[in-house]
């Protein structure tokens, strides 16, 4: 990984610490989501009319991917805001941030998407950062069972970490495409592309709550008082912008997503620190296992 992959990672980090703060410590939805997502079109639009995207230039296979992308986006979102309103943003975030660490390598390696295979020092670090995540929802080592496992949280932490390896596949594969068309890196592309999925995303959530009585409720309520999830609109769409800025640093994708995961200790702490959340020793430990996983795959 380069020192700009580093940097541009290293400020998203605590950009996306801060939008999931500000949904979990206000009204954890979907509908707090979408909003979040129309206040980030707006960011990009200037930058997609600037930028040297024509859609009629597109292939079919771009739109598939960024229809894949935004798909896995709601489901990351479904996933993350009922799995707040069921438990601590201290459990959920470091759990649904880790997961897809082995998942995007397990895909990556099985298509053969990445530049460079993965050697062993990688999949050891990520089997140490899947491990930490088996630890986080147990309140006791001794407490192990199955039945910890067993739950509606669980199930929202699987959907948001199935979801974060979809759109994280699709949206390198698609960045790709711009750039091979372009022949360059260019910052008005990429954040031209970040509106067409704040955009599609946006619009996907609204479909979703609008099936459903009480996130439609808490959307029009919303609508009143919208400023928390404008301001998190702006952390999470510049979170994520940077991040693709990162994709055309790395030789696998499988490396920027292991590396975002430096948010997890921040989340816990913040969650620990700010929202009084309970801090098991299991918890930490976990979290200490997957700091180690993320140093193993970093530096060996």
């Known amino acids: 990984m380069t020192l700009i992959a580093f940097l541009l990672i ?19 939805s979907l509908a707090f989501y979408s909003l979040m997502s129309f206040t980030a079109s707006v960011i990009w639009l200037p930058f997609f009319i600037a930028s040297d995207i024509h859609l009629a230039q597109l292939s079919l296979s771009f739109y598939l991917l960024a229809a ?3 798909a896995g986006e709601i489901i990351y979102m479904t996933g993350l805001a009922y799995g707040y309103k069921k438990s601590d943003i201290s459990l959920v975030y470091p759990v649904v941030r880790a997961l897809p660490v082995m998942m995007v390598a397990l895909v990556t390696t099985f298509f053969n998407l990445g530049r460079e295979q993965l050697d062993l020092w990688d999949y050891a670090g990520m089997l140490l950062i899947t491990g ?10 001794k407490g192990f069972s199955l039945k910890a496992y067993c739950s509606s ?9 199935v979801g974060t390896t979809m759109y994280t596949i699709f949206d390198s594969s698609a ?26 995303l946006a ?9 459903c009585r009480e996130e439609w409720t808490c959307f029009k309520n919303l609508l009143k008082r919208p400023l928390y999830p404008v301001i998190a609109g702006i952390c999470s769409s510049s979170a994520y912008g940077l ?12 490396y920027l997503q292991a590396f975002r995961q430096i948010s997890l200790p921040v989340g816990f702490i913040a969650g620990v620190t700010i929202l009084h959340e309970k801090s098991y020793w299991t918890k930490v430990i976990g979290v200490a296992i997957i700091a180690i996983g993320l140093l193993v795959m970093i530096f060996c």
């Open 10 to 28: 290293f400020v998203s980090v605590f950009l996306h610490v801060a939008w999931n703060m500000l949904s979990k410590g206000t009204t954890p």
């Open 68 to 70: 894949g992308s935004i």
């Open 132 to 141: 930490g995540c088996f630890l986080m929802p147990l309140k006791s080592l």
């Open 153 to 161: 949280v669980i199930i929202f932490i699987l959907m948001g970490a």
């Open 175 to 200: 960045i790709k495409i711009i750039r091979d068309i372009s022949g360059k890196i260019s910052v008005a592309d990429t954040l031209g592309y970040l509106f067409l999925i704040e955009f599609g």
């Open 203 to 211: 619009w996907g959530e609204l479909a979703v709550i609008s099936c």
């Open 243 to 254: 991040v693709l800025f990162a994709m055309g640093y790395v030789s696998n994708v499988s």
